[in-house]
């Protein structure tokens, strides 16, 4: 079973993935920022797929990422950028430290299932 | 409420943008007075973005858009293209009302109404525009990807696929053929991977079951599928012939722009708004770190780096950062904790009753031990409590911006200084108290300040200051909203209390008598009813609402130098200070906010009253006399006056009376149990509880068992009493 680890420091966008996922039959874990989803991939969490949102308190999408990247186990899991952020120097920088993808804030939940299905087949 | 997952994820919605708003407006308020840490802006921005981000799974359009907008202009300020002004600060405070109002609307399905985010949205959208940041995508495009609708099943199985392309137009347009529309898009999904290249938008939402068919609509379907025409026929063996369906295999002539069917192992999705990066190779490598304790350290430059020799290097330090654990818990279980933790209590204090009933020494094994549990239930009920505990600053957050609004509608510049926010109370408690909250800070900016010019002529500064503080006192909350303006005018209160009939013009008052006055019912000072503090709500429905709460209003104030209202509340509404007292031989508690004192009347001073009702003399004044035992049908003959004791007690109406009891027998903390949830609701009764010894108490309904009356005859010589009392 494939777990999705989903970050994002709102708890209603948290909720929302969740339930998509969940849905279609993923485990879901989730964190409030960077922060607390580094502590969890510490703690022995590896997910087959991550979804970050950008923007959060203190550690935003951009910091996880460099440091999942310095993980050993999340090296070369594929991390979705998810963000309604317009700005392509964002983009940019989140891409400049590792994420795999970008999707646009909030997506269709088959836009969702569609991404996590083709980097993730459960 | 708990079972629907959409109705879960709207209310955490709103529950979040609660906090948001608190945390924007009180990031703002940092930001105007100096007082932001460096990371403040930063904090007000993800505040809006959040509230955008949520707003766009419900579809949320208003509050979207004008999400957006400021979102904008506070991501220019941000990136320093743009000063915070006076001005500037002014538009985003009354921007964050806006944003809040927007929400509320949202919450109560209010229609959209652009009349009233019209202005601000213009003014923040010229900010923008004055820093040539305009050019941002219109929110529509950003937060609604649009075309084409896609949908990539899992890879496809190995072996020889056949393309197909069918195209139907599903009729009748109704709710049933959508919903057939749905199963057989999920069927042809289990055939091979599937996209739809014509059809409505909405088939992306096919997964919700949210089709929406219109009327003579061709869909169009391409199949990448191990299988043969009858197959697919075999998914529509329910579709009408009206529905014209055509399955043909490889390209269609008049496709062009259709996906073929190219053998590339990795089908993208090809959605607007999704990007899958470009894969170097190389990439990803970590940026080395900079040092950052070192002196003088440049910063890491924003762009990917050279490899690296050392990939796998941890987190340095791994942040010590604390990261706040919270969960959400429904309120109705934490209800049902303290219910069961004052069960617990109550069958504690039984226990301990039968063991020394049993006459087993005080330091007995079991006497101990019964004591320590005693003590660890206690700890338990306060932590249970606590749970329900709040901070008040999400109130008083509210009660800055009213002062803001009632200060720009009265034309007095005011401020709103808070003190104790972190002050805990009962969830309830701080639902219930914005009420009169509100009242009060209304009154005090409306009638508590002077006029600019009066201020001038005071010799105080330009701008009002109303305090709201709150604290503990031993083991209440106090809150207190107080003004510097000019205080009471005692000649001018006590004139219209005469006036009305609710004192006579040659009682004597002391100062704070006076000032009492202005809780009487029909009591209002205001010479023209204003737009804000009138609406013929006095400070006795103020005084009300705090009684209901089973807390105390009073009010203090010098002339000239302001007035200051009171507030002394309970920590939580489970638990009640009683009086414990009996009648007929029933156990009954008057809850003790109700009781001003008692006495023991004399015979001499019980009259009767159109044969019907007794009335007690007290002290020159009469009050109605209710036999607590013949109200609730204990008994059916009177008590004897003499025998008995009588409750002076002052009802939420503010109407007074004396209940006549058997006796009194103690005071004491009584958890409270629902009548109304636990057996029906009874005449004259609140609830109920257990007492220590297991038996069940009757908690007075003190408001229900007085006879109705006119409050204002029944109170018309307030004064006279502290006379003959002095």
Redesign the interface.
């Known amino acids: 079973m494939s777990t999705i680890l989903v970050i994002d420091d709102s708890p209603t966008v948290v909720m929302h993935f969740s339930g998509i996922l969940q849905g279609a039959g993923y485990d879901v874990a989730t964190a409030a920022n960077g922060q607390e989803g580094i502590n969890q991939i510490d703690a022995g969490l590896k997910p087959s797929i991550i979804l970050t949102d950008l923007n959060m308190p203190d550690m935003d999408g951009v910091a996880f990422i460099k440091a999942a990247r310095r993980t050993a186990t999340t090296r070369f899991t594929p991390i979705i950028v998810l963000s309604s952020d317009t700005d392509g120097r964002r983009r940019d920088a989140a891409r400049a430290a590792g994420a795999s993808g970008w999707l646009t804030k909030p997506p269709q939940p088959s836009q969702l299932l569609a991404v996590v299905k083709q980097l993730a087949p459960k | 409420m708990s079972g629907d ?1 959409a109705n ?2 709207w209310n ?2 709103f ?2 943008c609660e906090e948001q708003l608190g945390e924007l407006e009180g990031g703002l308020l940092r930001l105007q007075d100096g007082t932001a840490e460096p ?1 403040c802006l ?2 007000v ?2 505040a809006v ?2 509230i ?3 707003a ?2 419900f579809a949320l359009n208003p509050l979207i858009r004008f999400a957006h907008v400021f979102e904008t202009t506070l ?1 220019v300020v941000r990136d320093g293209k743009l000063e915070m002004t006076p001005d500037v600060m002014t538009i985003f405070i009354r921007a964050a009302d806006v944003l809040a109002d927007l929400v509320r609307a949202a919450r109560e399905k209010q229609p959209d109404d652009p009349s009233k985010t019209k202005d601000i949205a213009a003014q923040l959208a010229a900010l923008n525009d004055g820093v040539g940041a305009g050019k ?2 219109a929110v529509d495009a ?2 609604a ?1 649009k075309k084409p609708a ?6 496809p199985p190995a072996g020889p696929d056949h393309v197909w392309h069918i195209q139907f137009t599903p009729t009748p347009a109704s709710d049933a053929t959508s919903h057939e529309v749905a199963l057989l898009l999920h069927e042809l999904g289990r055939l091979g991977p599937m996209t739809v290249v014509g059809g409505p938008d909405a088939a ?5 079951g949210a089709i929406e068919v219109s009327p003579g609509q061709l869909w169009h379907i391409v199949v990448r599928a191990n299988c043969g025409e009858a197959a697919l026929r075999d998914v529509f063996s329910f579709a009408d012939e009206e529905w014209k369906l055509r399955i043909s295999q490889g390209a269609l002539e008049e496709e062009a722009s259709a996906p073929e069917a190219e053998p590339e192992p ?4 090809e ?7 470009a ?1 170097d190779p190389q ?5 080395p770190e900079p040092v950052k304790l070192i002196a003088g350290a440049p910063p890491a430059p ?3 780096a050279p490899v690296s020799a050392d ?5 340095a330090g ?2 010590a ?1 604390a ?1 706040s654990k919270t969960i ?1 818990v429904d309120l109705d279980r934490v209800d049902r904790m303290i219910d069961l933790v004052g069960e617990l209590v109550i069958n504690g204090s039984m226990l301990g009753q039968m063991v020394g009933e049993a006459g087993i020494s005080r330091a007995a094994g079991v006497a101990l031990a019964l004591r320590d549990l005693d003590q660890l239930t206690r700890e338990i009920q306060d932590s249970v409590m606590a749970i329900r505990a709040q901070p008040v600053r999400a109130v008083f957050q509210r009660m800055t911006r009213l002062v803001r609004e009632v200060s720009a509608q009265t034309g007095k510049p005011a401020r709103l200084v808070t003190e104790g926010d972190n002050t805990e109370l009962d969830q309830t408690v701080i639902e219930r108290i914005g009420e009169p909250l509100t009242h009060l800070i209304r009154n005090a900016v409306d009638h508590g300040l002077e006029d600019t010019e009066g201020r001038k002529a005071a010799g105080k500064p330009a701008e009002g200051v109303i305090r709201l503080r709150a604290l503990h006192r031993s083991g209440r909350i106090i809150m207190e909203v107080s003004d510097d303006g000019k205080g009471l005018d005692r000649a001018r209160i006590k004139a219209k209390a005469v006036q009305k009939g609710l004192i006579s013009a040659d009682v004597q008052l002391t100062d704070s008598e006076i000032d009492e006055l202005i809780f009487l019912p029909g009591f209002s000072t205001a010479q023209v009813i204003s737009d804000v503090s009138g609406r013929g709500v006095g400070m006795d429905v103020v005084r009300r609402s705090v009684q209901a709460l089973g807390g105390r209003i009073s009010i203090s104030s010098k002339p000239g130098e302001g007035s200051s209202f009171t507030m002394s509340l309970p920590l939580t509404l489970a638990v009640l200070d009683g009086m414990v007292v009996a009648a007929a031989e029933q156990i009954l508690i008057v809850p003790l906010t109700t009781i001003i004192e008692t006495l023991k009347p004399r015979a001499a001073n019980v009259h009767e009253l159109d044969g019907t009702m007794q009335m007690l003399a007290l002290r020159g004044n009469f009050v109605p006399l209710v036999d607590v035992s013949l109200a609730l049908g204990f008994s059916n003959k009177p008590a004897e006056a003499a025998q008995s004791v009588a409750l002076l007690v002052e009802t939420e109406r503010g109407v007074r009376a004396a209940l006549l009891v058997d006796r009194i027998i103690e005071q004491r903390q009584v958890v409270i149990k629902s009548l109304e949830s636990n057996y029906q609701a009874v005449n004259c009764i609140a609830a109920a509880t257990v007492l220590g010894d297991g038996r069940v108490a009757l908690i007075l309904d003190v408001d229900a068992i007085i006879p109705a009356g006119k409050p204002e005859q029944l109170m018309s010589r307030i004064g006279s009493w502290e006379d003959e009392a002095a």
């Open positions: 997952p879960a994820i955490t919605f529950e979040e990371d930063n904090a921005f993800r973005h959040s955008k981000g949520g766009g799974i991501s941002k995508p950003v937060m990807p896609v949908i990539v099943p899992p890879p992306m939402n096919h997964i919700e990795e089908p993208e999705p959605f607007e708004g999704f990007e899958i990066f894969m990439e990803p490598e970590p940026e924003e762009k990917p990939p796998v290097v941890p987190e791994a942040k950062a990261v959400r």
